[in-house]
């Protein structure tokens, strides 16, 4: 009971963390960034070699935005059994001339914007 907790609060911030990069172009297609970006500390949206959509992030950029959202529900090793439940991979990668640790997953591109809505004055 209070793993699903942590789960369901530990998966609600990881959407809220990569939808900063979860967003489709004008045309309606993946808007890719450069992997590079992942270490300036935010999520990057990536193809895998599969041609599918992955967003990729630094477990330590996680726990800084958990951090900052005051929202340390899970932390080391638990924080780390949540990710996989969630469906989140692990691996290392070359960024750069760097090889590093990166979280990957799948990218949810339903997200829908915000649309203001026009108000007509009528009298």
Known sequence: ???????????GMLEEFTRVCERLSDAGKPKFGNIE???????VLIENE?????????????????????????KGADLWVIL????CGYSK?????KVIRLWQKPANLTHTEFQPV??????
Do not use: N
Request: charged fraction near 35%; charge should be positive.
């Open 118 to 123: 026009k108000i007509e004055e009528r009298f």
């Open 84 to 87: 996989r439940g969630l469906g």
């Open 1 to 11: 009971p209070e793993d699903v907790g942590q789960q369901a609060v530990v998966g």
């Open 50 to 74: 599969e041609k599918q959509p992955m967003v990729v992030f630094r477990s330590t950029d996680f726990i800084s935005f958990l951090k900052r959202k005051r929202s340390e529900e899970a």
């Open 93 to 97: 990668s070359r960024v750069g001339k």
């Open 37 to 43: 970006d992942v270490l300036r500390g935010i999520p």
